[in-house]
């Protein structure tokens, strides 16, 4: 069942309630984690001969790829209270990520995902939350603040998985729809982390009429959709544009991205690099989208600016497949644009 909210008559309107507030802050909310990375590829996690680790989780990868790439971003979610949780915030103030949203809990550690890496990047994935302090935000813990000041408020889908960070994420949207922010969506698919794939679809779905932009890949457009043909445009526009979507990005790993608005739809090249590591590519183009749109929002209307927008985010993805790790791996704006000046445009 999809949630109740109460509509703003456009975005243009629902901006100016903000007055005095940062213009242009992106809220991320969701999991941080620690991820475990292998040195090598082609090896299983028990062959793998030691781990680095990184931060990463998707929320936080999108809020730190936005501060490097100059923008104003903030993160809210829940730690451990413990090493590892302290060094994931202490992480996030290094990157300039407003962490005032961050809180600790006592009771439950800092979640952990191990991951093996193919010979081609590509991950497998083995999460560590039973369960993780990022499970268990309470919605009296929401910094309601910062929440009212986002032009952006940015989520996934695994903090839809269990009670009581669920609550907690329905009642940020409410609240960030309610002050005039935008609403960004990456379902970012784990589906080792639902009960089923049907409770994993159902809840995706759930939101999915909420958000005003939407970035998923082609695989999810399968599992959603049911449908094998994810290049299908007709599939795309007829079972996942809803009415009040105004963005709907598909990414196509190293070939690119699809777009899609009321008005418009294309592609946009991708960027070509060789892949070691294709761990946050995605939040990487997030971050690079959203930096684009918080400072322009025409780019919903005009074709071209969406264009050089979308091929921003492409190399931002780019650069970040050629490093190990997520966090680590996120570019600066000179590095994106280092890149850019080498490939001709989209």
Request: net charge negative; with cysteine; glycine share 8%.
């Amino acid at each position: 069942m999809a949630e109740d909210y109460a509509p703003c008559d456009s975005i243009n309107d629902s901006l100016n309630m903000k007055e005095g507030a940062n213009d242009l802050l992106v809220v991320c909310f969701g999991e941080m984690l620690i991820d475990f990375v292998p040195p090598v590829c082609g090896l299983s996690l028990a062959e793998a001969p030691s781990f680095k680790t990184a931060p990463g989780g998707a929320p936080a990868n999108v809020a730190v790829g936005i501060s490097r790439l100059g923008g104003s971003s903030a993160f809210i979610g829940k730690l451990g209270d413990d090493d590892f949780g302290h060094m994931l915030s202490d992480i996030l103030k290094q990157n300039k990520v407003d962490n005032s949203g961050v809180r600790f809990d006592s009771t439950a550690r800092t979640a952990l995902a191990f991951i093996t890496l193919r010979d081609d990047g590509e991950r497998e994935f083995l999460f560590f939350r039973h369960p993780s302090a990022d499970m268990l935000l309470q919605e009296s813990e929401l910094d309601v603040n910062l929440l009212e000041q986002a032009r952006i408020f940015h989520y996934g889908s695994i903090s839809l998985i269990s009670e009581p960070c669920r609550s907690s994420h329905i009642a940020a949207m409410r609240i960030a729809k309610k002050s005039g922010s935008i609403l960004s969506y990456d379902p970012n698919l784990r589906l080792a982390l639902w009960p089923s794939a049907e409770a994993a679809r159902e809840g995706i779905m759930s939101i999915w009429d909420q958000a005003d932009v939407i970035k998923i890949s082609e695989e999810e457009i399968t599992f959603l959709t049911g449908c094998d043909d994810h290049t299908d445009d007709k599939v795309v526009l007829d079972k996942l544009f809803h009415p009040n979507l105004k963005l709907l990005i598909v990414t196509e790993g190293a070939e690119g991205c699809r777009y899609y608005t009321k008005e418009f739809q294309g592609r946009v090249l991708g960027v070509k690099v060789k892949a070691v590591d294709t761990t946050g590519a995605g939040d990487a183009f997030v971050g690079g989208i959203l930096s684009k749109l918080a400072s322009n929002l025409n780019l919903f209307e005009d074709e071209k600016l969406l264009r050089e927008a979308l091929m921003f985010a492409n190399a931002c993805g780019a650069v970040t497949v050629t490093e190990r790790g997520a966090i680590p791996a996120l570019p600066t704006k000179e590095a994106v644009l280092k890149l850019l000046g080498k490939v001709p445009p989209g």
